[in-house]
């Protein structure tokens, strides 16, 4: 069996295009080969855009942009509805799509579909209900009006962890608030996003509102688009590297910048925590997509009362996990993204090693042609080891003991990054206290996920500006207007 028939067969043919996708038009291309993370072997090629593409990308959206604008949020929100309701339809297909592409487990891209889903279903319902403002001036010398308008023309660039979540997550808003867009979709992941563009169309999204392109050079793509006056926004899922480079770059523009970057989640887990509980959120913490999480838990502090249960409890969950090819049905850890993510994890760990650290379980990358890393565990880890200050991004568990809750909160605030927290307690008073004591934008208590599309979403630190999903998340397309009316 070709690894084109197994596409067919995993998922309905229908659903790839491997061209760009410009003003409704499938434009045919090569250049970018797709990998399956669990054999090495090429899934499919899309097109490579380039400078010249993205601009014509630009020109579709301004095309589209006054129409849509104008087209009643009630009609905006039916469209977004009827996505929702084609991607729920075929999320066995998008599911598998995802797990061929970028690897994960398929219990987890089903999670995905859903949860990428429901950001459509949610601004759905947010594009009616758009707010404004009415006040009087504290001196009465006038009134204030504030409505909220349309930002304009938005790029939207997304990683290859979350394909179809990272990108829903910005279309949602977008289309909610009346902007039109342009995806630029990582080019390890592509299919999903072109998947889904048509299945944009199908739900009736106006030719030019989304436009997706994919490239191998998405520096110069990116920066043609922001210099580009038409172009109003850039909202970002990466990296906190590349999102630096890129608020440089929208400064010289000045375009407003949404920025979902790196983390390193802490997950501090105290004596009196249910050790059951704990573990189970660990688990979720750590492994929901094999570790390649943004909120993934990446530093565990255990008080010293319960470390040794909780290593022990840890080690024989992550041991007993079953790695395989993301799309084999029984697999719970799939292969991680390339060959280059498997290098750093194993860096990362045999550093730690070299410098005291012990592995309960794993501790080295798996021979064969797919991308493996073993869930691994890590005791006995210096706090100034690299693998406590670097995003692991992998299936990888290093677990530091503490004693006291100031303590805890110091080493949950040693680093750059400030996304997500977990913290495991009975004591309510203490999991606000500590909730309040770690700088972080997300915190988990006695919960190991934390991602809903009602929550507004984000990081403070180097982990980002603005946030998405949630009440507010719309406003981060739309640009406040303030009429002065005279009395
Ligand atoms: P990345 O920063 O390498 O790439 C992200 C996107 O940026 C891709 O589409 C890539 O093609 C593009 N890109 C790379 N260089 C660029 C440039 N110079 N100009 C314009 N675009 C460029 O990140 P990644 O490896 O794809 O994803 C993993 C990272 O994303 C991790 O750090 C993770 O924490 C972060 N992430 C954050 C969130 C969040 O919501 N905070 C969610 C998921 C992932």
Redesign the pocket.
């Given at each position: 069996m070709t690894l084109h028939t197994k596409i067919a067969g995993y998922a309905d043919p229908s659903l790839h295009a491997h061209g760009l996708y410009i003003g409704g038009q499938w434009e045919k291309g090569a250049g970018i080969p797709v990998l399956d993370p669990s054999t090495g072997e090429v899934l499919a090629e899309v097109a490579d855009a380039s400078v010249e593409n993205a601009l014509r990308a630009v020109d579709a959206a301004e095309t589209a942009a006054s129409q849509w604008r104008q087209t009643p949020p009630r009609q905006r929100s039916e469209i977004l509805r009827r996505w929702f309701q084609l991607m729920t339809d075929r999320a066995e297909e998008l599911a598998t799509l995802i797990s061929l592409e970028n690897g994960k487990a398929l219990a987890d891209a089903r999670g995905e579909v859903a949860y990428a889903a429901e950001f459509f279903r949610w601004y759905a319902e947010e594009a009616t209900r758009i707010p404004g403002e009415y006040r009087h001036t504290p001196s009465g010398s006038h009134n204030i009006l504030v409505d909220h308008e349309p930002i304009g023309i938005s790029v939207l660039?997304?990683?290859?962890?979350?394909p179809a979540a990272?990108a829903t997550?910005k279309i949602g808003p977008a289309l909610a608030a009346g902007c039109t867009v342009i995806l630029?979709?990582?080019?390890?992941t592509p299919l999903t996003a072109y998947a889904m563009a048509r299945l944009g169309e199908e739900a009736g999204v106006p030719a030019g509102v989304v436009n997706v392109v994919t490239?191998t050079n998405?520096?110069p793509?990116?920066?043609a688009m922001l210099a580009d006056p038409r172009v109003r926004k850039l909202s970002?899922?990466?990296?906190?590297?590349?999102?630096r480079?890129?608020l440089a770059?929208a400064a010289k523009s000045v375009v407003s910048c949404s920025?979902?970057?790196?983390?390193n989640a802490p997950f501090v887990v105290f004596d009196d925590a249910d050790l059951d509980a704990a573990l189970d959120g660990a688990m979720v913490a750590k492994m929901r997509n094999a570790g390649?999480?943004?909120?993934?838990a990446n530093r565990f502090y255990v008080q010293a009362g319960i470390h040794d249960a909780f290593v022990e409890g840890l080690s024989k969950r992550m041991a007993g996990l079953k790695i395989g090819k993301g799309y084999d049905a029984d697999t719970q850890c799939g292969p991680m993204?390339a060959t280059k993510a498997v290098q750093k994890i194993d860096q990362l760990v045999s550093e730690a090693v070299r410098r005291g650290a012990r592995a309960t379980t794993g501790g080295a990358p798996l021979p064969g042609s797919g991308y493996f890393y073993p869930p691994t565990v890590l005791v006995d880890v210096p706090v100034d080891a690299s693998i406590a200050h670097e995003?692991i991004?992998g299936p990888v568990a290093p677990v530091y003991r503490f004693e006291s809750e100031e303590e805890a909160i110091r080493l949950a605030n040693d680093t750059e990054y400030g996304?997500a927290a977990y913290v495991y307690t009975r004591d309510m008073k203490r999991a606000m206290r500590v909730g309040r004591g770690i700088e972080t934008g997300m915190l988990g208590i006695n919960r190991g996920l934390m991602s809903d599309p009602a929550a507004p979403?984000?990081?403070v630190k180097q982990?980002?500006l603005g946030r998405?999903g949630g009440v507010t998340g719309i406003l981060e397309f739309m640009e406040a207007k303030y009429y002065a009316i005279e009395l």
């Open positions: 660039i997304t990683p290859w962890n979350f990272m997550r630029k979709p990582a080019s390890e490239t998405p520096g793509v990116t920066n970002f899922t990466g990296s906190t590297g590349v999102g480079i890129l770059e920025m979902e970057l790196g983390g390649e999480a943004c909120t993934a993204i995003e991004f996304l979403f984000g990081g982990s980002g998405e």
